[in-house]
C-alpha cells in the first residue's frame, strides 16, 4: 500500500495522524501545501472520491478570517476549489490518499487502524 498524507506540518491534527502512522511502523510520503501546494490533479480526485462539503473546512481560523465574499463565492464544487488552491489552509487536513482509490479526509485512528488491516 502506498500512502501520501497531505497537509500542514505544524497542523495539530497532521502532527497526531503522523505520529499514529509512526507508531504503527506504516510508510507514508508527507506533502507539504505549504511548501509544495496544492496538486490540482488530486484535489480533482478529492472532490471526486470525498467530496467538496467535505473537504473544505468552515470550522477553521483560515475560513473564519475571509471577506464573506470570498465565503460566499465558495459556495459550490467549482468556487470551493478555486478557494482551496488558492488557500491551501481551508482544506481539511490530513487528506490520505490510502491507494489509487481511496480518499479520507481528517485523523480517525478507528477507521485508520481497520484500513491498516486490510
Known sequence: ????VYGIPNCDTVKKARAWLASEGIAYT???FKKQGVPPDRLDHWVASAGWQKLLN???TTWRKLDPAVQSAAAD???ARALMLEQSSVIKR???EWDARTVTVGFDPDDWRTR???
Open 1 to 4: 500500500m502506498s500512502i501520501t
Open 116 to 118: 491498516k488491516a486490510a
Open 94 to 96: 490530513p487528506v490520505v
Open 58 to 60: 468552515r470550522q477553521g
Open 30 to 32: 508527507f506533502h507539504d
Open 77 to 79: 464544487a467549482s468556487g
